[in-house]
C-alpha cells in the first residue's frame, strides 16, 4: 500500500521516506533473488566442472588402461626356462638316415615348471623326453630325433634347409606331480611359448664348434639316460634277498630236527 507523496508537513522527509514503504523490501528481494540465481549458477557450474572432471579421469584410465594392455601385448612373455641352444637345433647332416640332435634345458624360475615339445613333423620327429616338470634350477639334456630326407637335386649342404620346426612349450605347476601332457590342454590360458626352433644342419666330416658341443651333448644325454636306468643305490635297511630266504629256512630246519632228536634220545 502506497502513501500519497503530496501530503506535507513538517517532517517532509519521514514522508517521501514512507512514500513507498514495499520499495526497500522489493529492492532486498530483488537482490536477494539476483544472489540466489548467482548461487545456483555458480553451483550448476561447479557441477558441470566435477562432471567434466570426472569425465576426464575417465577417460585418462581408460587410456592408460588401454595402453598397458598393448604394451604387455607386444612386450615378450617372461622366459621360465633357459635353452642352450637358444633357437636352433643342430643336426648333422645324413641324407637317409635318422639323426639326433640335443638341447639343454633349465628351468630358471622359482617355481616348479613342466615343459612340452611339438614339431610340425610328428611323423619324421619324436623328442625324448616329449616333456617334463623341472624343479627350481633344475635342468636337462632332451634329444631331438629327425629322418633326413635325402635331396631332389644335387644341392649343396649350404643350400639346404628344412621346414621342419619344433616348438617348446611351458607351464607353471603346483610343486611336485606326475607329468601329463593334459595338463597343457587344461591350462591353455596359462601356456608360455618359450620358443620355436628351426633346424640347421651341420657337416659331420667338418668339425666346427657346434658340432663338438652337439657330440658332447648327447653323449651327456645317453649318459644321464644309462643313469636313469640303473636301479637306486640300497641306502635303507637290508632287505632280505630269495637266498637269505632260503638259508634262514634251512637253518630253522635243521634246528628244528635237532631238538626232535634230542626229544627221542629222552624218550628212550
Known amino acids: ?11 517532509g522527509k519521514l514522508w517521501s521516506l514512507f512514500k513507498n514503504p514495499f520499495g526497500q523490501s522489493r529492492n532486498a528481494s530483488s537482490s536477494s533473488s539476483s544472489s540466489s540465481s548467482s548461487t545456483l549458477s555458480s553451483m550448476h557450474n561447479v557441477h558441470q566442472l566435477g562432471q567434466t572432471h570426472e569425465s576426464v579421469e575417465r577417460a585418462a584410465l581408460h587410456s592408460a588402461s588401454t595402453v598397458s ?9 617372461r622366459r621360465r626356462l ?31 615348471v ?17 616333456g617334463g616338470i623341472l624343479a627350481p634350477s633344475e635342468s636337462l639334456i632332451a634329444t631331438v630325433f629327425k629322418f633326413v630326407e635325402p635331396p631332389e637335386t644335387n644341392e649343396k649342404l649350404v643350400d639346404q634347409k628344412s621346414r621342419v620346426k619344433f616348438k ?10 606326475d607329468y601329463v601332457p ?27 664348434l657346434a658340432m663338438e658341443k652337439l657330440k658332447r651333448q648327447l653323449a ?21 634277498g ?27
Open 1 to 11: 500500500m502506497a502513501v500519497e507523496a503530496e501530503k506535507s508537513g513538517p517532517d
Open 69 to 77: 594392455y598393448v604394451t604387455k601385448s607386444l612386450l615378450p612373455a
Open 82 to 112: 633357459r635353452l642352450d641352444p637358444a633357437n636352433k637345433l643342430f643336426f648333422p647332416y645324413e641324407p637317409g638316415k635318422q639323426v639326433k640332435s640335443a638341447i639343454g634345458i633349465k628351468n630358471t624360475s622359482k617355481s616348479h
Open 114 to 130: 613342466a615343459f612340452k615339445f611339438q614339431t610340425t613333423a610328428p611323423k619324421s620327429c619324436y623328442m625324448r623326453p616329449p
Open 168 to 177: 617348446i612349450m611351458s607351464l607353471k605347476v603346483k610343486g611336485d606331480m
Open 182 to 208: 593334459e595338463l597343457f590342454d587344461e591350462q591353455k590360458d596359462q601356456v608360455v611359448v618359450e620358443q620355436v626352433l628351426r633346424v640347421v644342419f651341420l657337416d659331420p666330416e667338418r668339425p666346427t
Open 220 to 240: 651327456e644325454a645317453e649318459a644321464a639316460l644309462e643313469a636313469r636306468k640303473k636301479p637306486p643305490e640300497d641306502t635303507g635297511p637290508r632287505i632280505v
Open 242 to 268: 630269495e637266498g637269505l630266504v632260503i638259508d634262514e629256512w634251512k637253518e630253522r630246519r635243521e634246528r628244528y630236527l635237532a631238538q626232535q632228536q634230542v626229544e627221542g634220545v629222552d624218550s628212550v
